[in-house]
Every structure is written in structure tokens, then in C-alpha cells.
């Protein structure tokens, strides 16, 4: 079977009680009680094995996968890269700031994003230097920087997010370890840090989603190749190696009143690799996904198998795979405009061709 779905809703509630509405209705039966809804406190358990009969479930967990795996990891990323601007071919910041665009940023600076509102950077530990003249890097070892946005739009590029959507929040960065000039384009460096997004909201006029968690991450630098990588996970995220997870609440006001749903994502790993000529952008993630809301659960494992690869923000190729004991989501990316999705469970299988233009909406409204 195929097809693409046109009339959708774009919050994670709105979608899942209409996929529970639907499934109830035996909608999304077939294929054994593998398939089944089942129905405890008026909350449905919805099982991705029913994706094989119901376009509406394939897309919607192919959705919530890109958009938790690549599209968190992309955001994570992105939104520390303001911290490296501004040291350029090898100039060192001093005094134990944090720069951006070359000015220092002690008292939180604020400059403009491109599609409006600002960002800013402020440092509440300087940190020391790791370097035998005491030069310093855009980061270093001890130090404590928040980046604030401000209805600053243009700055994020990630899958999901829409080029004029307006962010607000801040995320903290604490430094661990730093090695050379953190920043340079003319030598190589890498540094360690714990990054937490606080309260950090896409605004949309759909609705608005606001991301909270905490991520441990290395990031380091060739400058023979001018790559960049960045290994995170959520499985080490203080000194203690306690596990944290990543939690995005939707909310969305519709004809029918407010709704609200939440995705939590546990076991969270990712990997980001930027840089070269020509230039290439490749992410691989994996975790736990449960999205829920006050009538409907969806659980699923998800991993790419084949990175993902991005440009200017959007997805251009790649494979993610969802998983539960008896069924495998397969979502095929395969450029801007389109991608294929094929469901295998209990010896039955269902495709769809869809628009991954549906899955911007999701997040971004």
C-alpha cells in the first residue's frame, strides 16, 4: 500500500488521539493481537506493528524518530556553535572570556540572529587556560557559559525547525576539559562539556515546543581536513555518570481547545561530522523514543543505520530504523521533498511514499 496523507495536524496530541481515534475504530486492526490497541485508563497503548495497515501510524512514528534523533542532535549541536565565533586563524580571546564575532562577552552581549531577536553570551565561571602562555581559546577548561536567545530566528538550522521560527531559552554549557586553542581554523583542538537546554522554545503559529535535557559531548578539530566532530550522549552528564534524558513538550491550541503532548528520549546518542571539501554533513543517533499524551502512548527503539546527511538544516538522505519486539520501521530519506517508509511485522508488510515537508510541522508548527 501507498500514498501520502495531506490533511494533518501538527501537534504531537492532535496526532496521536486522532491515531488512537482511528485505531479504535479498527482503523489500524489486522494481522493478529500483535496489532491490537489495547486500552487501560482510558489511555491507548498504540503499537507500532499497527503501522503496517495505517499510513497514519508509519508516518506519524517515522515523524517523531526524525524529529527526536537527527532533529535534537542537530539542535544540540547547533546551538553551541555561537561559542566557537570569532577566534578565527589562531587569535586568542584573554581575560577569560568567551567571544562572539570578536567581541567578549563577560556581561552577556547581546548580537542580532538573522531573521531577528538576539542572542547572547554570558560567562558565570571564566575557567583557566590549558595553553603554556596563557592564551586562551573560545572555551576553557572550568568554564561555565549560558547562551540566551531572544526571539532570535535565522540561527538554528536543524530538521524541524523553520527558517523564521522564533527561539527562546537559553542552554548552559560547563566546561570539563579543553585541548588547544578551542576555536582556531589553523590548528587542531577538541574540548568536553556538559550542555542542558533550559526551557529552550520554537515558536510557531501552530503552537510551541519547548526542549529541556542534558547531553555530555566531545567536539574535536582537524585542521588538515577542517572537520569538525561531535559524539554525544545522555548516558554521562555529570562527574557521577548519572543518566539524564531529553524531554520536548508540544503545545497547540485547535478548534477543539488546548492540547499538549510530550517526547521523552532515553538512552540519547548521537554523532555529528561537519566540515571538508566539498563541504558534508553527517548525523547518526540512537535511543529510546515514548511519546504520550492524556489519551495515547507510542514507545519505540530508534537507530540510523545509514547517517543521516544534512544541508542548510534540512535532511537530504539517510536511513532511520524503529524497532519493538515484533516490528521494524524502516523510513528511507532520499532528498527534500519526499520520503519512503516500509513496515515489516508478524510476516506482514505495508509502504508509503510521503512529504517530508509533514515532518517540519510536528515541531515546528
Keep these: 500500500m501507498s500514498g501520502s496523507y495531506k490533511s494533518r495536524p501538527s501537534s504531537v496530541a492532535a496526532i496521536a488521539a486522532i491515531i488512537a481515534a482511528s485505531c479504535l475504530a479498527s482503523a489500524c486492526g489486522g494481522g493478529g493481537s500483535s496489532s491490537t490497541i489495547t486500552v487501560s485508563n482510558s489511555v491507548s497503548v498504540l503499537k507500532l506493528s499497527s503501522a503496517v495497515q495505517s ?19 542537530a539542535i544540540y549541536t547547533a546551538a553551541v556553535q555561537p561559542l566557537l565565533r570569532g577566534v578565527g ?8 572570556t568567551s567571544s562572539t564575532g570578536g567581541t567578549s562577552s563577560t556581561g552577556g552581549t547581546a548580537t542580532a540572529c538573522p531573521a531577528g531577536g538576539t542572542l547572547s553570551i554570558a560567562v558565570q565561571n571564566p575557567g583557566v587556560s590549558n595553553l603554556a602562555d596563557g592564551s586562551t581559546g573560545a572555551l576553557q577548561t572550568g568554564e561555565s557559559v549560558t547562551i540566551g536567545f531572544a526571539q532570535c530566528a535565522g540561527k538554528l538550522k ?33 574540548y568536553s562539556a556538559v550542555e542542558t537546554a533550559q526551557a529552550l522554545t520554537l515558536t510557531s503559529p501552530g503552537g510551541t515546543t519547548v526542549i529541556d535535557g542534558t547531553v555530555g559531548y566531545t567536539t574535536t578539530y582537524e585542521a588538515s581536513t577542517g572537520v569538525t566532530t561531535t559524539t554525544a550522549s545522555t548516558a554521562s552528564t555529570t562527574t557521577t555518570g548519572a543518566a539524564s534524558a531529553i524531554s520536548l513538550h508540544r503545545t497547540q491550541t485547535a478548534a477543539s481547545g488546548v492540547l499538549s503532548g510530550d517526547i521523552a ?25 515514548s511519546v504520550s499524551t492524556a489519551d495515547a502512548v507510542l514507545d519505540f527503539s530508534m537507530t540510523t543505520p545509514t547517517p543521516v546527511t544534512i544541508s542548510k538544516g534540512d535532511l537530504q538522505g539517510g536511513v532511520l530504523q524503529l524497532t519493538t519486539g515484533d516490528t521494524v520501521e524502516t523510513v528511507t530519506l532520499s532528498g527534500e521533498s519526499t520520503f519512503d517508509i516500509s513496515v515489516s511485522a508478524n510476516g506482514q508488510t505495508g509502504s508509503y511514499t510521503e512529504d517530508s515537508g509533514d515532518f517540519r510541522s510536528l515541531i515546528g508548527g
Excluded: K
Excluded at 525547525?161 to 560547563?174: K, Y
Excluded at 588547544?180 to 589553523?186: I, K
Design 265 to 289: 528520549i532515553a538512552s540519547f546518542e548521537y554523532t555529528r561530522v561537519r566540515g571538508g571539501t566539498p563541504l558534508t554533513d553527517t548525523l547518526t543517533a540512537s535511543g529510546s523514543i
Design 89 to 96: 586563524s589562531g587569535t586568542s580571546s584573554t581575560g577569560g
Design 158 to 190: 536543524a530538521p524541524g525547525i523553520a527558517d523564521d521560527a522564533p527561539i527562546n531559552g537559553s542552554v548552559n554549557v560547563q566546561v570539563r576539559s579543553t585541548t588547544g586553542l578551542v576555536g582556531s581554523t589553523t590548528s587542531d583542538w577538541s
Design 55 to 73: 499510513e497514519h501510524v508509519a508516518e506519524y512514528a517515522g515523524g517523531f524518530a526524525v524529529v527526536s534523533g537527527p532533529g535534537i542532535a
